[in-house]
């Protein structure tokens, strides 16, 4: 079975300002936002290279949605935010969109695709649609949800995290980077307590939007200019006077070995996701 991966439908719709009401239709929930727009919430599935999220929408759906006008079908795009897209356009796509058959020829599910490989796009096999206007992200909201979720749930996303190649969509003439690293790192800080795991050091603060932070960084054990990436075991916590001395080569780490040094001696670090038994 599937486990959904990302924002709750509480969360997303948060980044929008929350939402006054919801009801159940056919087993379809719609909510009614603040400014009266009445929206419908689909979370997705990540392909395996990481490049692209996808969605499934029933022929009956569409129909209900139709039924009760409802202005917009917010995407929940993982951990790396939302696009809130304007119901005429779904309606559009879909006239072209790939789409899985009963076997009596009838459709069973049109399917949905958002793409990060360039531009924040939606596409089918015809069309593509621009998404950058409808896209809405909230770091906060983000930060919160990771915090409030069960140790174990975040070590399984932290495990299933897909470390894909396009760690940057370009938005207008900006190269930004991805949400969804920022969000493993997240995990990762959450699952070492956020405690350096090399000297134990751990540190919290008020940051100027009054949210509890901490004096912490998370650091690639393999670095990005050798090919590593931010997958579950290729990512530590170190403070900063730690990450200085990785830096400078006076804190040594192997991953092939497992094995950590300080000024060439082996030292025993703290070990909360690793696995590496030191």
Not at 21 to 42: A, D, G, P, W
Not at 55 to 72: C, D, R, V
Request: proline residues 1%.
């Amino acid at each position: 079975m599937d486990t959904r991966r990302g924002l709750s439908d509480i969360n997303a719709l948060e980044m929008l300002g929350g939402y006054k009401k919801s009801e159940t239709i056919k087993r379809i929930q719609f909510f009614y936002l603040v400014n009266h727009e009445k929206v419908v919430v689909k979370y997705s599935k990540i392909s395996a290279d990481g490049k692209k999220y996808w969605f499934g929408i029933t022929p009956n759906a569409i129909k209900l949605y139709k039924s009760e006008k409802s202005s917009h079908i917010i995407f929940i795009l993982g951990y790396e935010g939302i696009v809130k897209l304007p119901i005429e356009i779904l309606y559009k796509y879909i006239q072209k969109a790939n789409v899985t058959k009963k076997e009596n020829g009838e459709i069973k599910r049109h399917h949905i695709n958002i793409s990060f490989s360039s531009d924040l796009c939606l596409y089918n096999s015809i069309d593509s649609f621009i998404l950058d206007d409808y896209y809405f992200y909230n770091e906060e909201i983000v930060e919160s949800e990771l915090v409030e979720k069960k140790r174990d749930i975040i070590l399984e996303e932290a495990k299933n995290f897909i470390d894909y190649k396009e760690q940057y969509v370009k938005i207008g003439d900006k190269a930004k980077r991805r949400k969804e690293s920022s969000a493993q790192k997240k995990r990762i800080a959450i699952l070492e307590d956020h405690t350096c795991q090399v000297c134990g050091f751990k540190e919290e603060y008020i940051k100027a939007n009054n949210k509890k932070g901490w004096i912490i960084e998370v650091d690639h054990i393999i670095e990005k200019s050798k090919g590593g990436g931010e997958s579950f075991d290729n990512l530590w916590v170190l403070c900063p006077n730690c990450h200085a001395k990785k830096t400078r080569g006076i804190i040594e780490i192997d991953s092939l070995k497992k094995v950590v040094k300080e000024k060439g001696e082996s030292i025993r670090i703290r070990d909360n996701h690793l696995g590496w038994g030191t």
